[in-house]
Structures are given as structure tokens and as C-alpha cells.
């Protein structure tokens, strides 16, 4: 398949890995448990089939984690592609309520609704709650899908209809524990 121009005219314009919520000062937070998938390892390739809703099935990767810090009261999960070509990471999950005494989440959990008891997902890519998958513009290069996972001190209390920066202004000042999984995603 030929490359597409329009990703090739934008493959060095990025929102950037400082523009991440990770990177936000006021979240700054020991990384004091670790985030892995059985689906891809850190910094690999995402496989397929959790591909975006357009073009692929939108399945949700399971997720595993260890033991967050004591006084975990609640997990949060944010994942972002800081390599879109716009000023800011695209949102592909905003996940609250996840229990901290789980050690992951199964396939296809971020779907909404969740099959998970007391999961809630916020308006993430293109509107849509819930996992949104890896679409990259073809031809643009790889693209990261950073998973983080905050664990926090109290439990949140958002409306049904929350964003990314209601979030972020609730767990400021929370935040004792991180962990962080990076796949990518590339379509040539």
C-alpha cells in the first residue's frame, strides 16, 4: 500500500510524552508498584485485535498489576497516544473505581459498561466511553499508548459525566503509588 501524504506531511508533529498526565507535576507519585499485560510487553507492539473500533475488533488488552502501596483506596486508569499530531495526547480509557485489592482486569474489562463491579469510564477519544483503541493516521510512524495507573488515598466522587480534567483536578494531591505500561501501534 502506498504511504499515505497526510501522515507522512505530519510524522514529526506530536503532542509529545510531556504532555502526559504521567508528566504533570502535580501527580507526581513514587512508582512503587508495576503494570503489565499478558497481551504485549513494555514498549511492544500492541496486537491486533485491540485495534480501534473503525478498523479492528476494540478489545480492550487485560491488565495485571502488583500489590499498589498501603493505603490504596482506589486505582485510577488513564492511557493516552501522546504521538497524535495535536497539542495534546488523545484519551483512549479514563477508568475510575477500580478496586485496589484486584490484581488486574480481564480481557476486554474497559469496555463499557465494564464487566468489572464499580468500574466507571469517562469521556475519552472521539467522545466515546470506555477503551478506545489504537488508530493511528497511516504512514505517521509508531505511536505510543501509555497506560497509567495511579492509585490514590480516597475514593473519587465525579459526576456520571466526567472528563480527563475532572480527574486530574481530583486525584492532585492524592496520588501515593503509579505504575506505567507502554505498547505502540503503527499502521504503514
Do not use: C
Not at 44 to 67: C, M, V, Y
Not at 148 to 157: G, I, N, V, Y
Amino acid at each position: 500500500m502506498p504511504a499515505n501524504p497526510l501522515g507522512v506531511a505530519l510524522r514529526n508533529r506530536r503532542a509529545g510524552h510531556h504532555t502526559l498526565v504521567w508528566a504533570r507535576a502535580g501527580l507526581q507519585a513514587p512508582e512503587n508498584f508495576t503494570l503489565t499485560s499478558p497481551a504485549f510487553e513494555h514498549e511492544a507492539p500492541i496486537p491486533e485485535k485491540h485495534r480501534g473500533r473503525l478498523f479492528g475488533a476494540n478489545i480492550s488488552p487485560a491488565l495485571d498489576w502488583t500489590q499498589p502501596p498501603a493505603g490504596t483506596v482506589e486505582l485510577v486508569l488513564i492511557v493516552q497516544d501522546p504521538d497524535v499530531p495535536l497539542s495534546k495526547p488523545a484519551v483512549h480509557a479514563l477508568t475510575l473505581g477500580i478496586d485496589p485489592s484486584l490484581t488486574g482486569i480481564p480481557e476486554n474489562a474497559l469496555a463499557d459498561p465494564s464487566p468489572i463491579p464499580g468500574i466507571r469510564h469517562g469521556k475519552g477519544g472521539l467522545g466515546r466511553r470506555g477503551w478506545a483503541g489504537p488508530m493511528p493516521i497511516r504512514s505517521h510512524g509508531p505511536h505510543t499508548y501509555a497506560f497509567q495507573l495511579f492509585a490514590l488515598d480516597q475514593a473519587l466522587r465525579l459526576p456520571d459525566r466526567f472528563t480527563l480534567d475532572d480527574v486530574i483536578a481530583a486525584i492532585a494531591g492524592h496520588t501515593i503509588g503509579r505504575a506505567r505500561l507502554d505498547g505502540t501501534y503503527e499502521i504503514s
